[in-house]
């Protein structure tokens, strides 16, 4: 329980003295998030930065700049999505995320072709929203939906999380069948 309380009330302070209410209410959703994760707080703090870091030195390659890239870090796990130019801007920006600090693993799964359009983007965003809520009607016990992370491009869904088989299996076939989903890929991790 003390490890738990320390860090949720140095979140909440920093936001406070801070005078942010931003950082209160993202520090507090962030808090809620890692209460329910099985990756330890210190590890979900750090795929947060591996995300942040990871885009900053993306956006700071203008060879990059016309390209779409979305980094998504589970367990350390990096997962790159998003569309890009050719194979040579695909692999540089795999490049860029492997140096980051603390990566441990990228899967790079950026398209090449054009740039996903506002629409394309919308039904991402929807079909994301529509899993999210799915997965709370799995019925496994001890299995929380807060511990799957979803990534939508183009009707491809990335999963990634840190589950028990039967979980992942679950998770998979649900997904599956969810009207305008093309394909699934499992990042997950089993322990």
């Known amino acids: 329980m003390h490890k738990i309380i320390?860090?949720?009330?140095?979140?909440?302070l920093s936001g406070i003295l801070q005078g942010c209410a931003g950082v209160?209410?993202?520090?507090?959703?962030?808090?809620?998030?890692?209460?329910?994760?099985?990756?330890?707080?210190?590890?979900f703090v750090e795929d947060q930065t591996?995300?942040?870091?990871?885009?900053?030195?993306i956006a700071g390659d203008p060879n990059l700049e016309n390209s779409r890239i979305?980094?998504?870090?589970?367990?350390?796990?990096?997962l790159i999505t998003g569309q890009t130019g050719n194979q040579a801007l695909k692999t540089r920006a795999e490049q860029h995320v492997a140096q980051v600090d603390r990566v441990?693993?990228?899967?790079?799964?950026?398209?090449?072709g054009s740039t996903a359009s506002l629409?394309?983007?919308?039904?991402?965003?929807?079909?994301?929203?529509?899993?999210?809520?799915?997965?709370?009607?799995?019925?496994?016990p001890d299995f929380d939906p807060l511990r799957v992370k979803v990534v939508a491009e183009?009707?491809?869904?990335?999963?990634?999380?840190?589950?028990?088989?039967?979980?992942g299996d679950a998770v998979t076939d649900l997904v599956r069948q969810i009207s305008g989903v093309r394909h699934v890929i499992k990042v997950f991790e089993y322990y």
């Open 24 to 43: 209160m209410v993202g520090g507090a959703a962030a808090t809620a998030t890692a209460l329910h994760d099985r990756r330890t707080l210190g590890v």
């Open 70 to 78: 979305n980094i998504t870090s589970y367990n350390m796990v990096a």
């Open 50 to 57: 591996i995300e942040f870091k990871a885009a900053e030195a």
């Open 154 to 167: 183009r009707g491809n869904i990335y999963l990634m999380g840190l589950l028990t088989q039967a979980e």
């Open 119 to 140: 629409g394309e983007r919308t039904q991402n965003a929807a079909l994301v929203a529509e899993i999210k809520f799915k997965l709370t009607m799995i019925d496994i």
């Open 6 to 12: 320390l860090p949720i009330i140095t979140i909440l």
């Open 104 to 112: 441990r693993r990228v899967v790079n799964e950026l398209e090449i």
